[in-house]
């Protein structure tokens, strides 16, 4: 079946500009996470959702960054006025559930260059 | 915090020797423990898991025992393959979220 799927899988973007990124998490899957992966890191945990609330977004590094997801289904990470620190892979996976019980499937992630 | 510390790469080895990666944590309470593989040019998959302590975890002859008493879960195989190569990443799940160490990168000549 069809796995976690990100869009775009490439983004620049210049310094000050607002970007969408997008996530499609595996039907049925009621958690979602997002991760940020800077280079040579392992990933970050930025938010997680269970269903249409955000069960815990203590990871997101500042006001600038917002996470929605309207419909229980895909999710959406919206960064404002982007700074270079920002550039980064940008994973997002889903499971059945809690990801200690439940298998975590990633996404293959979006490129984010802040120019 | 909670914390994963895992050894700096690149592990560079030949085809059929013995790999041991080391991982070690820190955490409050009793977490789950894990090992994940990102081949080239893939995403991020489970390889093994395990959550109490003394549990061994295995998968594609891999295997990681987790050890309450040095807080560590190192990941162990017999005999390394050239499709083996990949990074490496210990993680731990606590609260809610999985906490990530920073990689190690495995490379297997033949």
């Known amino acids: 079946g069809a796995g976690v799927s990100q869009t775009p899988s490439n983004k620049v973007t210049e310094k000050g500009k607002y970007v969408e990124l997008r996530c499609d998490p595996i039907s049925g899957h009621t958690a979602l996470y997002w991760y940020r992966q800077s280079l040579g890191q392992g990933p970050e945990f930025l938010i997680y959702f269970q269903g249409t609330g955000a069960a815990d977004d203590s990871g997101l590094p500042n006001d600038r960054f917002f996470a929605v997801r309207p419909e229980g289904s895909v999710s959406t990470l919206k960064i404002q006025r982007t700074e270079r620190g920002d550039s980064a892979v940008y994973l997002c996976?889903?499971?059945?559930?809690?990801?200690?019980?439940?298998?975590?499937?990633f996404g293959p992630g979006t490129r984010l260059t802040v120019t | 915090g909670d914390s994963v510390t895992q050894m700096e790469g690149p592990v560079t080895l030949s085809e059929e020797a013995f790999l041991t990666i080391n991982c070690t944590y820190t955490?409050?309470?009793?977490?789950?423990l894990f090992w994940y593989v990102q081949y080239p040019g893939e995403g991020l998959q489970l390889l093994l898991k395990a959550t109490k302590a003394d549990d061994k975890g295995s998968n594609k002859g891999f295997e990681a025992t987790y050890r309450k008493e040095t807080t560590s879960f190192h990941l162990e195989k017999g005999s390394v393959q050239v499709s083996d190569s990949a990074v490496y990443f210990c993680?731990?799940?606590?609260?809610?979220?999985?906490?990530f160490g920073t990689g190690t990168r495995l490379q297997v000549f033949p």
């Open positions: 955490a409050t309470g009793y977490p789950s």
């Open positions: 996976a889903s499971s059945l559930g809690l990801a200690g019980v439940y298998e975590q499937y």
């Open positions: 993680a731990l799940y606590n609260t809610d979220k999985l906490i």
